[in-house]
């Protein structure tokens, strides 16, 4: 687990690293063991006031792929700095007219063992078309309690954080000084 501490931290790195004209506003910079995704905003298109939604849908994902393709090469020298330094995969995507559109990102495996009723859930997932395979609908789960149990998350985080900050604090901190012999003094 990350501490508030280290993600100010690396949020900080990559505000300091980053070109200067490469985001309008650097959004969000989130970790964990496999992957830092940066996300920064980007200025929107200006279509014409009579643009129809679709016109207006178009621009953006033009412009988006324009970004993309032209800050190719300044992204990958940060990614190879960072990667290096941190020893994690970055993912970049960007945030425009309010829609947030990632570039790339880790997908990784998780080895789990489930009963038949777990199973029998995900099957279910699958039979219904909301999932093409079980991999597909664990993921659409974890998605499903991620959205509806954000407060909940972020309070586990934060006593996780407590505990950490605990055991760093144990007799496996670092040296110390022994404490004084009885009747010493």
């Excluded at 100010?8 to 964990?32: I, K, M, Q, S």
């Excluded at 039979?127 to 079980?134: D, E, L, N, T």
Aim: charged share 35%; proline share 6%; hydrophobic share 40%.
């Amino acid at each position: 687990m990350i501490t508030n501490e280290q993600r100010e931290r690396l949020r900080g790195w990559f505000a300091g690293r980053l070109p200067d004209d490469l985001f309008e506003e650097l959004a969000e910079v989130t970790v964990d063991r496999e992957e830092i995704t940066v996300i920064g905003r980007i200025p929107g298109p200006r279509p014409a006031d009579d643009a129809s939604p679709a016109e207006r849908e178009a621009a953006v994902e033009g412009r988006v792929q324009e970004f993309r393709e032209r800050t190719r090469e300044a992204r990958m020298s940060v990614a190879r700095d960072a990667e290096h330094r941190f020893g994690r995969k970055v993912s970049w995507g960007v945030e425009c007219d309010g829609r947030r559109a990632l570039f790339t990102h880790v997908a990784a495996p998780v080895m789990t063992r489930l009963r038949q009723p777990e199973r029998q859930v995900l099957d279910t997932l699958i039979a219904g078309g909301v999932a093409r395979s079980r991999s597909d609908a664990l993921a659409w789960c974890v998605r499903l309690v991620q959205r509806h149990a954000d407060d909940w998350l972020a309070e586990l985080r934060e006593s996780l954080e407590h505990v950490q900050r605990v055991r760093a604090q144990g007799p496996d901190a670092g040296p110390e000084q022994e404490p004084p012999a009885a009747g010493a003094g």
